[in-house]
Nanobody, 114 residues
Protein backbone atom coordinates (compact mmCIF):
# COMPACT_ATOMS: atom_id res chain seq x y z
CA UNK A 1 0.00 0.00 0.00
CA UNK A 2 1.04 3.58 -0.64
CA UNK A 3 0.23 6.64 1.40
CA UNK A 4 0.55 10.23 0.20
CA UNK A 5 0.81 13.19 2.54
CA UNK A 6 0.34 16.66 1.12
CA UNK A 7 1.21 20.06 2.47
CA UNK A 8 1.51 23.68 1.40
CA UNK A 9 -2.03 24.64 0.54
CA UNK A 10 -3.52 27.85 1.76
CA UNK A 11 -4.75 31.30 0.91
CA UNK A 12 -2.98 33.47 -1.61
CA UNK A 13 -3.79 36.68 -3.45
CA UNK A 14 -4.11 36.77 -7.23
CA UNK A 15 -0.66 36.97 -8.73
CA UNK A 16 0.88 35.32 -5.72
CA UNK A 17 2.68 32.02 -5.33
CA UNK A 18 2.38 28.80 -3.39
CA UNK A 19 4.46 25.67 -3.19
CA UNK A 20 2.74 22.34 -2.66
CA UNK A 21 4.58 19.26 -1.47
CA UNK A 22 3.69 15.58 -1.48
CA UNK A 23 5.54 12.85 0.36
CA UNK A 24 4.85 9.22 -0.46
CA UNK A 25 5.51 6.21 1.73
CA UNK A 26 4.95 2.49 1.52
CA UNK A 27 5.70 0.01 -1.24
CA UNK A 28 7.01 2.41 -3.84
CA UNK A 29 8.92 1.28 -6.90
CA UNK A 30 11.93 3.16 -8.15
CA UNK A 31 10.06 3.90 -11.37
CA UNK A 32 6.73 5.65 -11.04
CA UNK A 33 4.80 8.72 -12.04
CA UNK A 34 3.73 11.36 -9.56
CA UNK A 35 1.53 14.28 -10.30
CA UNK A 36 -0.92 16.89 -9.22
CA UNK A 37 -4.59 17.12 -10.08
CA UNK A 38 -7.16 19.65 -9.01
CA UNK A 39 -10.89 19.84 -8.60
CA UNK A 40 -12.91 22.99 -8.22
CA UNK A 41 -16.51 23.00 -6.99
CA UNK A 42 -18.87 21.78 -9.67
CA UNK A 43 -16.06 20.68 -11.96
CA UNK A 44 -14.35 17.42 -12.81
CA UNK A 45 -10.94 16.61 -11.46
CA UNK A 46 -8.31 17.64 -13.98
CA UNK A 47 -4.65 17.03 -14.52
CA UNK A 48 -2.30 19.83 -13.53
CA UNK A 49 1.13 18.29 -14.00
CA UNK A 50 2.93 14.97 -13.85
CA UNK A 51 6.54 13.93 -13.54
CA UNK A 52 8.26 10.59 -13.91
CA UNK A 53 11.24 9.39 -11.94
CA UNK A 54 13.25 10.04 -15.08
CA UNK A 55 12.23 13.69 -15.00
CA UNK A 56 9.79 13.79 -17.89
CA UNK A 57 7.02 16.29 -17.25
CA UNK A 58 3.57 17.01 -18.57
CA UNK A 59 1.50 20.13 -17.90
CA UNK A 60 -2.02 21.23 -18.51
CA UNK A 61 -2.14 24.06 -21.01
CA UNK A 62 -3.75 26.31 -18.42
CA UNK A 63 -0.71 26.19 -16.13
CA UNK A 64 2.18 26.05 -18.58
CA UNK A 65 4.67 28.78 -17.86
CA UNK A 66 3.25 29.41 -14.40
CA UNK A 67 3.53 26.10 -12.56
CA UNK A 68 6.58 23.90 -12.20
CA UNK A 69 6.54 20.31 -11.04
CA UNK A 70 9.64 18.71 -9.61
CA UNK A 71 10.60 15.78 -7.47
CA UNK A 72 13.29 15.26 -4.89
CA UNK A 73 13.43 11.48 -5.35
CA UNK A 74 11.19 8.53 -6.11
CA UNK A 75 8.88 9.37 -3.23
CA UNK A 76 8.41 13.14 -3.18
CA UNK A 77 7.10 15.73 -5.56
CA UNK A 78 6.55 19.47 -5.42
CA UNK A 79 4.43 21.91 -7.35
CA UNK A 80 5.55 25.51 -7.51
CA UNK A 81 2.62 27.68 -8.43
CA UNK A 82 3.32 31.21 -9.64
CA UNK A 83 1.09 33.99 -10.94
CA UNK A 84 -1.94 32.39 -9.38
CA UNK A 85 -5.34 33.25 -10.79
CA UNK A 86 -8.79 32.97 -9.34
CA UNK A 87 -9.47 30.02 -11.62
CA UNK A 88 -6.60 28.14 -9.98
CA UNK A 89 -8.57 27.87 -6.76
CA UNK A 90 -9.34 24.23 -6.12
CA UNK A 91 -8.54 21.23 -4.02
CA UNK A 92 -5.22 19.92 -5.24
CA UNK A 93 -4.54 16.19 -5.07
CA UNK A 94 -1.27 14.35 -5.27
CA UNK A 95 -1.20 11.08 -7.20
CA UNK A 96 1.31 8.30 -7.58
CA UNK A 97 1.01 5.72 -10.35
CA UNK A 98 2.91 2.49 -10.57
CA UNK A 99 2.24 -0.99 -11.94
CA UNK A 100 -1.07 0.17 -13.39
CA UNK A 101 -2.26 1.22 -9.94
CA UNK A 102 -3.07 4.69 -8.71
CA UNK A 103 -2.79 6.15 -5.24
CA UNK A 104 -4.21 9.48 -4.15
CA UNK A 105 -3.57 11.94 -1.39
CA UNK A 106 -6.29 13.51 0.67
CA UNK A 107 -6.18 16.83 -1.15
CA UNK A 108 -5.11 20.26 -0.02
CA UNK A 109 -7.12 23.44 -0.48
CA UNK A 110 -5.75 26.30 -2.53
CA UNK A 111 -7.73 29.50 -2.23
CA UNK A 112 -7.02 32.50 -4.44
CA UNK A 113 -8.67 35.65 -3.18
CA UNK A 114 -7.98 39.34 -2.92
Amino acid sequence: QVQLVESGGGLVQPGGSLRLSCAASGNIFSNNVMGWYRQAPGKQRELVATITTRGSTNYADSVKGRFTISRDNAKNTNLKMNSLKAEDAAVYYCKLSQLWREYWGQGTQVTVSS
